[in-house]
């Protein structure tokens, strides 16, 4: 059984306020998200990420198609009280504390009193805001409120996470703790949806990704599959090279871009490996990598989608 | 069966406030009106306190006239089938604010002119007299005035009201015949018979016309006999 | 039941409003103002007490019924707060109830401490405690049950018209409600069937708060009956009953964009 699963899910808002028009935030989108998956939702801005979210948690009845979490629709309350949601621009009760606010929310959970107090310290400690917790929201900064929403939707040990743009307005520290946060969650066999701008990220988190264009799915599946790898070319990263280097390798690679360290060059084969070898250490430089090119996400993002616009 | 709970409360307890509503309507010893009519007892601290809406409100306060005084008469009719104009006892302030809220409001000062009388005829000549002062153009509160002054069987005085509206402009030619018909024969049953067919004929207001009916209809009897 | 958390959230919400504080404030000063006032008019104190102070806290409670009434929901929707609750297991329904509840917490402690207020006023004012001092509270309670159908009210036009036109929908709903005993005189007098059958249709379906006005009895010495008291009090539960059913069917319809 998938642990979210999304059928022909179609959403139209109404625009306008003399002559009504409909415009199609998605359309027909097909998903199915299995256990303990790490699953990336990815797409431009205004693909209708945000939109798939809304309609998951109840905000918006889907002009067609359904949904289901866990094996229940989405009104179903049992199953609420198994997830957990972060919204992309979290707002709270700007008048409660830190801690305030997560007790509260566990309250809506069906916790107990004692328990969700419990829950609340400890998830503060982990998105390290142990020493704002009894600030109010209301003086909190972005970041700091994004990881009180991350505690949020963590307040009843959730086994599936929704999370929209979990990663913005963190500061890099707390990208990597969340990404550390994510991991952790995966391992102890969670499930966690989540769309985001950051490819990086997504390639270093995601078992799956979905991507959306315009409300329209254009591609799922495993990253390696989506990714063109292209066959036996190479990318080699170089440092402390000058441009009669340069000039050197560009006689041979495919291709050279100078990057502020030194730069990076895309080889034919591993054949060529040996050449560029020798040409840097003849110049004092360092090899820093060598990789068999695969395309990245940001290609895969301006070969599909770059090109439909 | 869920899709259906709220709109069933929603009815249930609709009726149910309803019939609470009623109940408590029923329970109630004084009729309301009478004891909530006059907020207030003065039409100048009123003008104050509508902020310029006092026009507005003197159409209210008129209204609530008509209403109070409509209530009365039906239930005085269903009671005794007699209407007793004197046991209206919230008309004269009702009236008082209507003008003080509007001193151009004719229609208050003409009802108070038929129905004025019946409770005290001072006053009534010093209510029409002040709607004289203030609108001295309107000949038809000159025909209001003469009219209240014959009830008083003032007929000298009733006659000086003809004579000084029928001089102004757009005064009908019957109004320079009343002031001799008043003074020759001002108590004749003729005389009366004449004025409320005026009366009768002037008017559109439903309860004026059909009070001067009820007096034409008795002298009709009288003459009979 | 989720009812009670949500409710307590909100009260705790009015708890930490300043403004809500300075406007009781204006209120317990007005009260105390009226004290003064009663010493010009000689003899005149109780009455001056309890008219002045009766009606202030009408006006204030009104005010913040209506006003905080509509800010219940809409603001919620409005900051996106709505997002953090739905996704939880709460029904909307418990979402509407809740907030509600919540506001009529606030209403009934700053009732009470205005009553309170006014008590006091009228000890100073008599120089002593006098039984008769107690015949305001169950003015004061009716005062309660029409603030809170006045909520209740505002409640329901916020889940479908913008802020600004449930203000304006609240208010005159509360002033025809004012001139309920017009509309049943008009129901009863008019001439046309149409008129008095749709005025009696009005009379019923928008509140009857002139029932809740015993201002001006309570200051000539009269207690409100009990009858009276438990009749206003039916009435209340089942009109605010039908008012948050058709706020629930509204609301459970929305969507949240
Ligand atoms: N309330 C609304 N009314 C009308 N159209 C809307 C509304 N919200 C979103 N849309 C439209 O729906 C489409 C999808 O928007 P959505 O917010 O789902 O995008 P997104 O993928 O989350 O984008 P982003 O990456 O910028 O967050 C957009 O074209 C947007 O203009
Ligand atoms: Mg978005």
């Known amino acids: 059984m998938s642990v979210i699963e999304i059928e022909n899910l179609t959403q139209d808002y109404q625009i306008g306020f003399w002559r009504k028009r409909n415009v199609r935030a998605l359309d027909s989108l097909n998903l199915r998200v299995e256990a303990g998956e790490v699953f990336g939702f990815l797409g431009p801005n205004g693909a209708g990420k945000t939109t798939t979210f809304k309609i998951l948690m109840r905000m918006l009845r889907p002009t067609a198609g359904e949904a289901r979490i866990l094996g229940q629709p989405l009104d179903d309350l049992r199953m609420r009280a198994r997830i957990g949601y972060l919204p992309e621009r979290p707002y709270f009760y700007h008048y409660l504390t830190a801690r305030e606010f997560l007790v509260f929310c566990g309250a809506l959970c069906d916790l107990p009193r004692d328990r969700a107090a419990k829950r609340a310290a400890d998830l503060l400690d982990q998105v390290g805001l142990s020493d704002s917790a009894d600030k109010h929201l209301r003086k909190f900064s972005k970041g700091m409120l994004q990881r009180a929403g991350l505690a949020q939707a963590l307040i009843n040990d959730p086994e599936v996470l929704f999370l929209d743009e979990p990663m913005s307005g963190l500061d890099p520290l707390g990208r990597r703790e969340a990404r550390e946060l994510i991991a952790n969650l995966r391992a102890r066999g969670k499930t966690i949806f989540f769309s985001s701008h950051i490819l990086t990220d997504v390639e270093a988190m995601c078992d799956r990704v979905a991507i959306l264009n315009r409300g329209r799915l254009v591609e799922s599946g495993r990253l390696s599959e989506i990714l063109k790898t292209r066959s036996n070319e190479i990318e080699a990263v170089v440092s402390g090279v000058n441009e009669e280097i340069l000039a050197e390798l560009r006689e041979f690679a495919l291709e050279v871009q100078p990057t502020p360290e030194g730069a990076r060059a895309r080889l034919e084969s591993d054949r060529d490996i040996a050449r560029l070898l020798e040409v840097i250490h003849h110049a004092n430089g360092r090899l820093v990598s060598v990789n068999p090119a695969r395309e990245s996400l940001e290609d895969f993002f301006m070969r599909e989608i770059g090109g439909m616009k | 069966m869920k899709r259906l709970t709220c709109p069933i409360l929603l009815i249930v307890f609709l009726v149910l406030s309803a019939a609470a509503q009623d109940w408590m309507d029923a329970r109630r010893r004084v009729p309301l009106a009478v004891k909530e009519t006059l907020y207030v007892s003065s039409g100048e601290s009123l003008k104050r306190a509508s902020i310029g809406f006092d026009g507005l409100m003197a159409d209210i306060y008129w209204i609530r006239t008509l209403l109070y005084f409509g209530e009365q008469f039906e239930r005085q009719r269903g009671v005794n089938q007699q209407f007793d104009a004197s046991q209206l006892e919230l008309l004269e302030p009702l009236l008082n604010i209507t003008i003080e809220l509007d001193p151009r409001y004719i229609a208050a000062y003409r009802f108070g002119a038929v129905f004025l009388p019946e409770i005290n005829s001072e006053s009534a000549v010093r209510f029409v007299e002040r709607g004289i002062r203030n609108n001295p153009g309107e000949w038809r509160l000159y025909q209001d005035l003469g009219f209240v002054q014959w009830r008083r069987n003032r007929f000298r005085e009733a006659a000086d009201a003809y004579a000084r509206g029928s001089r102004l402009p757009g005064a009908p030619a019957w109004m320079r015949t009343m002031p001799a018909l008043m003074l020759v024969k001002g108590g004749d049953r003729e005389t009366a018979r004449e004025m409320f067919l005026r009366l009768y004929r002037e008017s559109d207001d439903p309860f004026i016309k059909q009070i001067s009916e009820a007096q034409l209809k008795m002298l009709d009897q009288y003459r009979e006999r | ?257």
């Open chain 3, 1 to 257: 039941m989720k009812i009670i958390p949500i409710a307590l959230n909100t009260f705790r919400e009015s708890a930490r409003d300043r403004a809500l504080y300075n406007l009781m404030v204006f209120v317990i000063l007005l009260i105390i103002a009226s004290v003064v006032m009663g010493r010009i008019a000689v003899g005149q104190e109780v009455k001056i007490v309890i008219d002045l102070g009766l009606s202030a806290m009408t006006v204030f409670g009104v005010l913040m019924s209506i006003f905080l009434g509509i800010g219940l929901v809409s603001k919620e929707i409005e900051n996106g707060a709505i997002a953090n609750i739905l996704s939880k297991p709460v029904r909307r329904t418990e979402f509407i109830l809740g907030k509600y509840f919540g506001l009529c917490l606030t209403l009934f402690v700053s009732s009470v401490v205005m009553a309170a207020a006014i008590t006091g006023a009228l000890i100073y004012a008599q120089g002593g405690s006098d039984a008769a001092q107690w015949r305001l509270w169950p003015a004061a309670w009716l005062i309660f049950l029409e603030l809170t159908i006045m909520t209740a009210v505002a409640l329901l036009f916020s889940c479908f018209s913008s802020p600004a036109l449930s203000a304006l929908f609240a208010l005159l709903i509360f002033l025809i409600g004012r001139w309920s005993p017009d509309l049943k005189l008009f129901a009863e007098t008019s001439n046309s069937a149409a008129v008095r059958a749709v005025s009696r249709a009005l009379y019923h379906l928008l509140p009857n708060l002139a029932n809740f006005n015993y201002i001006n009895e309570t200051a000539h010495g009269e207690v409100a009956p009990w009858r009276m008291i438990a009749g206003n009090t039916v009435y209340a539960v089942c009109y605010i009953a039908a008012a948050l059913a058709a706020a629930a069917l509204i609301f459970n319809r929305r969507n949240f964009k």
